[in-house]
């Protein structure tokens, strides 16, 4: 029993032994494995650390980049470009920006962004020729800023009669627009993708907003559609914001973004520049703004000279527009109470009455005259050293804006700022806007011609009813006061249209003006 018990006993003792073995083994290699875990666990670790700590700097040093980039890196070549930049407003974007530099141009130190509580988003499409949407994306800056919403690069006027496919990046420097306004609002080149999801789906609200509207009306019911739907598309900007009655810093930001933010192309500027150039040359020039193109004339019914097929020409084009609302037009009563645009004769006899030197070289600021050499012929005889661009520049320099009418415009615009004397013959949105810039810069001087007056004065000239110097006299006496000196606008309640224009004389902008009322009161 003894020998059979121990027998059992180094059997139990050798199993034993087997599982400990047994045990052993798996044990060293859970233990193994463990060490292993703890190795590639330690390693994660510092992996993820150092990328955390690398993360950190970046941001840090992206930080610093904005506020002392300019200056610690001047002189750095960009690892950016225009081409590359995608939406406005991204951080990748703004800190390319910021740290683009040129040899020949000063580093420009940009705004902080604002910081705000984004309500939404806003898409606008602006209508009309180049000035109109000019005005028109001042007032939607001012409104998007005034609700904190987001606005999306405007869409230009591509159907109007000018039939012109330019985008905002083909006129307008882009860049710049967005950059320097990014201390008052946010504005992205296109929406986010998650916002583009929901424009192509439909998912936005599309509406024009009451003309001539208070910043109040955007407030209490524009806002809620955005906050409502995310995304608010206004199909229509002319004339949309009141000129009048409007919180300072709205005006303000209307001015900040004509005069500032709102810069041409540098294929533009340059262009304009060497028009200007040639011109400065030459000597003194004024620039007239001469009305008198096939649209206008259609559209506002003047057929003052015109032969009885050129005005059914007008007339035909008139109704082929629906968008032009008014049909059937008495031209010779608009012409009576100056609604219509100055021929090209009743313009050659005023500026010879006002005395303007008949050597001094005339930029024809405009398109293809109607009626052409025929209707010119009387200006060229009054003052030969008649330009246009078209004339001074070679076909080469205008090749890439031939065929886009506003950015021909353009050039005409940057050339009419710098003009000694602005003369439009017809205030319309061209002459409006740059009249406005002209105060800005200083009250350059602007003949505001008196239409009403003046076709009654040529009638009575042209009858024998007025002598030459009675004429000259006269037209002298009514412009003594209409030469864009300082004045504060005309408020006519309840008819906007006929009260001064906002952009034309933007007199919350204009310090000048309150030190020359100081002064004539001493």
Not at 262 to 291: A, D, M, S
């Amino acid at each position: 029993m003894c020998r059979i018990e121990s027998n059992k006993t180094r059997k139990r003792w050798a199993m034993g032994l087997k599982s400990a073995a047994f045990g052993g083994d798996r044990l060293e290699k859970l233990r193994n494995s463990g060490m292993v875990s703890r190795s590639r666990m330690k390693l994660w670790m510092i992996r993820a650390t150092t990328s955390v700590l690398l993360w950190t700097c970046l941001v840090q040093l992206t930080a610093l980049g904005e506020s002392w980039g300019p200056r610690v890196l001047k002189g750095w070549p960009s690892c950016f470009s225009q081409e590359s930049a995608t939406a406005g407003g991204g951080g990748a974007v703004d800190a390319a920006l910021d740290v683009k530099s040129s040899p020949e141009l000063p580093t420009r130190v940009l705004p902080p962004k604002r910081v705000y509580k984004n309500n939404g988003y806003l898409m606008v499409s602006c209508n009309g020729g180049l000035n109109q949407m000019r005005a028109a994306i001042c007032d939607m800056v001012a409104i998007a800023r005034h609700l904190n919403v987001t606005l999306i690069v405007p869409e230009l006027d591509k159907t109007s009669f000018w039939n012109d496919p330019s985008e905002f990046h083909d006129i307008f420097d882009v860049d710049h627009f967005i950059t320097s306004l990014r201390d008052e609002v946010r504005i992205l080149k296109e929406p986010p993708p998650r916002v583009k999801r929901r424009v192509e789906l439909g998912m936005i609200y599309t509406m024009p907003p009451i003309s001539w509207s208070d910043i109040s009306y955007y407030q209490n019911q524009i806002l809620p559609l955005i906050q409502k739907y995310k995304v608010v598309h206004l199909n229509r900007t002319d004339a949309r914001l009141a000129n009048n009655a409007q919180p300072m810093e709205v005006q303000k930001l209307r001015c900040r973004v004509n005069f500032s933010a709102l810069r041409f192309t540098p294929q533009i500027e340059e262009l304009g520049r060497k028009v200007i150039k040639i011109l400065r040359q030459n000597g003194p020039f004024i620039v007239l703004h001469l009305r008198y193109e096939m649209d206008m004339l259609a559209f506002s019914g003047c057929t003052q000279g015109c032969n009885k097929e050129e005005t059914e020409e007008l007339t035909r084009m008139r109704y082929a527009y629906p968008w032009w609302k008014e049909k059937i037009i008495n031209s010779d009563l608009k012409r009576k109470y100056g609604l219509c645009p100055l021929t090209p004769e009743e313009t050659a006899l005023t500026l010879r009455a006002l005395d303007i030197d008949n050597n001094i070289q005339v930029y024809i600021a405009a398109g293809e005259i109607y009626g052409r050499e025929r209707r010119m012929a009387s200006l060229r005889a009054a003052y030969p050293n008649m330009v246009r661009k078209e004339t001074l520049l070679e076909p080469s320099d205008l090749r890439f804006f031939q065929n886009y009418s506003s950015q021909m415009a353009a050039l005409d615009y940057l050339v009419s700022l710098e003009s000694d004397i602005f003369v439009p013959t017809y205030d319309g949105n061209m002459a409006k806007v740059v009249e406005g810039h002209r105060r800005y810069l200083g009250y350059k001087k602007t003949i505001l011609l008196d239409r009403r007056l003046l076709v009654n004065l040529v009638d009575q000239y042209n009858t024998g009813s007025l002598t030459w110097d009675e004429f000259s006299t006269a037209v002298k006496d009514a412009h003594a006061e209409r030469m864009g000196n300082p004045t504060k606008r005309s408020v006519i309640l309840d008819r906007p249209k006929e009260e001064d224009y906002f952009y034309s004389n933007p007199w919350e902008c204009l310090q000048t003006l309150d030190e020359d009322e100081s002064l004539s009161s001493i």
